[in-house]
């Protein structure tokens, strides 16, 4: 089983419409969760950190379940210009012979294409 | 400006040869990380720093290499022992202080074996 997994998508949805994505994660000890957009051929980019309690900024709200293990994402009012992968990532604790740190790691992302 | 660079963006390799990329950043941070990326798929962690002269393997390490002898730089060798190195390699950084702080990501290198 994936440490983070995502539904590859695509999502298809016409401007104006609101979708939302989940990502669940499988080790409890999980400590931080993300979402990052990333345009074709470019590098990821932060969109949102997911806070325990929820928190919004603009169209976009973010959401985390402990007890079920996954974080969601709802885009509201999408835009031509949301048509992106959107990652997820989770700080999961990884443990070598000298220590331990979390680490980020990343779902496989969801495609989202908005159209007119 | 702060920020993470790589170089090459492109780069092309013979089949048997080794290659480095490059990962510089001036944002002060003290972890750096090594994902490789196939299309239609997630980040996977290839190496891994907390701090200079420290390094750890992540999921898919073998057939690459690092070094960190500068807080600054955290490049990575791709040798001939990686069978299938064609991919899209992203940098990263981040605070330590904090496993909360967000990663930042370089632009990436495209690496093609011919």
């Known amino acids: 089983r994936k440490e983070v997994e995502q539904d590859p998508g695509p999502f298809n949805v016409p401007e104006g419409a609101t979708v939302a994505f989940n990502c669940t994660y499988s080790n409890s000890a999980s400590q931080s969760f993300f979402w990052y957009r990333q345009d074709c051929r470019k590098e990821p980019k932060l969109l949102m950190s997911?806070?325990?309690s929820g928190n919004e900024d603009g169209r976009f709200t973010a959401q985390l379940n402990r007890a079920s293990q996954y974080i969601s994402l709802l885009i509201r009012d999408s835009k031509l210009s949301d048509s992106a992968t959107y990652l997820c990532a989770v700080n999961v604790p990884y443990l070598y012979a000298s220590g331990g740190s979390y680490i980020p790691t990343f779902g496989r992302g969801t495609s989202l294409i908005v159209h007119p | 400006d702060g920020g993470i660079t790589q170089s090459p963006k492109y780069l092309f390799r013979k089949e048997g040869q080794n290659v480095t990329l490059s990962c510089e950043q001036n944002l002060n941070h003290d972890a750096m990380y090594w994902y490789r990326q196939d299309p239609g798929q997630g980040l996977r962690l290839i190496y891994y720093?907390?701090?200079?002269?420290?390094?750890q393997k992540g999921d898919i390490a073998e057939g690459y290499s690092v070094s960190r002898e500068k807080k600054e730089s955290f490049p990575l060798t791709v040798t001939s022992a990686q069978k299938n190195p064609t991919a899209f390699y992203l940098c990263?950084?981040?605070?330590?202080?904090?496993?909360?702080?967000?990663?930042?990501f370089g632009p990436g290198t495209r690496l093609t074996v011919l």
């Open positions: 720093s907390q701090i200079v002269n420290d390094f």
């Open positions: 997911v806070y325990s």
């Open positions: 990263a950084s981040r605070t330590q202080g904090a496993w909360t702080d967000t990663q930042y």
